[in-house]
């Protein structure tokens, strides 16, 4: 069973910049943390969660229309972590941030981090 546990979230000022972790364990021999797609999403009370950014098995990446070139992801699979880096930060930035795992084979994030807090100020 795949653990997920995420750090780097805090509060900035508008441009500032954060670092998200998401460090992962629990994973096998038979599934090593590299057969995982790794996401990160975010969610504001009272909205719906958003996909922010996710990287594939072999590093290929995707990004929300918001965030493009201002974040990126990436992943060490030697150290079984993910990170987003988040620049030109803006108000509206601000929310829970989650780091998802989804097995090669399967369809669905199965695995969830218990998130991380980021909050931009103007």
């Known amino acids: 069973q795949l653990q997920l546990v995420e750090s780097g979230g805090g509060s900035v000022q508008a441009g500032g910049s954060l670092k998200l972790s998401c460090a992962a364990s629990?994973?096998?021999?038979?599934?090593?943390?590299?057969?995982?797609?790794m996401n990160w999403f975010r969610q504001v009370p009272g909205r719906e969660r958003e996909g922010v950014a996710g990287?594939?098995?072999?590093?290929?990446?995707t990004y929300a229309e918001a965030v493009k070139g201002r974040f990126t992801i990436s992943r060490n699979n030697a150290e079984s972590t993910l990170y987003l880096e988040m620049n030109s930060l803006k108000p509206e930035d601000t929310a829970v941030y989650y780091c998802?795992?989804?097995?090669?084979?399967?369809?669905?994030?199965?695995?969830w981090g218990q998130g991380t807090r980021v909050t931009v100020s103007s």
């Open positions: 629990g994973w096998t021999a038979n599934l090593p943390y590299n057969y995982y797609y």
């Open positions: 990287i594939d098995l072999v590093g290929r990446t």
């Open positions: 998802a795992a989804r097995l090669y084979s399967s369809d669905n994030f199965d695995y």
